[in-house]
């Protein structure tokens, strides 16, 4: 980290100012003699809050104000930091957050000084954790950006006399020289500033409280979401049972019905058969049998012969 000397940090602003300085004589701003900005590039310039280098993600933040809002075009209802610069081979740049864009959360805490993002990566960090999501928007357009941060790139010592060759946001109404040329002292004064407050903010009890606190409703309301989920999965499980169940045993029914009702069906037609066969047998029955025509005599019974032997004599 920054050497809390503070010839160290005098060497630094020099260094620092000299090289905004140079940038700016490139960029054909208003200089005096003395390598300073003209009153009215300085007073523009002065009307921004000052910035703030980001040890978490490499990148030079600014506050959002309502000059800022009119400045950049920022929309009312956005809220966050904007990012002003950021360093090529830096956190933010390796993780697609570019100058322009305004982080609004992190890991779903809302932002809304630029020293928050240190603070609340930091405190993660000395909890073991690593994984960090950037909520961000974009031209209008919210974004999220996920990054690995470790203890050992956020102590990195970030060289501030180079900040001035940083990837950086410019436009007709910023220009990016002149802006640090105003503040390279405060630059080098605040980051070193920055370090003790933020180790002071996170080991506070008010904000382990409320950050513990704020996790653990999250964590609640996440635990709530999958109980629920689960709650009901079981519950449309055992519905599909019950009603697999019923239309199981409904089906079983409708098929012990059919199954009865065929069984009656055929024992009654069963039933109508016999009795048809039982009626056609008593019906053979009570037929007379025909009796067979006696043999007619085969000679019909001839008259009686006289034995008086011959004609009778006629009587005297």
Known sequence: MINNNGIAAAQRGKRLAAHMGAAALALGLPMLANGVLAPAAQAQASRLPKPYVSRAIDATLMEITPQVRSTFGIRPNVQGVLVISSDPNGIAAQNRIVPGDIITDVRGRRVRDPIDVDTYVLYWLKQGDSAFQFGGNRGGQSYTSDAQIT???????????????????????????????????????????????????????????????????????????????????????????????????????????????EETTEEESSEEEASEESEEEEAEEEEPEEEEPEEEEAEEEEPEEDDSGGDEEPEL
Request: aromatic share 10%.
């Open 151 to 261: 203890l050992a790139l956020f102590e990195a010592v970030i060289d501030l006399a180079i900040i001035g060759s940083w990837n950086a946001f410019s436009s007709s109404s910023f220009s990016y020289s002149e802006y640090y040329e105003v503040y390279s002292t405060t630059i080098v004064e605040e980051y070193s500033y920055s370090e003790t407050l933020i180790e002071e903010t996170i080991t506070s009890e008010s904000f382990v409280t409320e950050i513990t606190e704020e996790y653990s409703e999250e964590t609640t309301e996440v635990t709530t979401e999958e109980t629920t989920e689960e709650t009901t999965e079981e519950t449309t499980e055992e519905t599909t049972e019950e009603t697999s169940e019923e239309t199981t045993e409904e089906t079983s029914e409708e098929s012990s019905e059919e199954s009865s009702e």
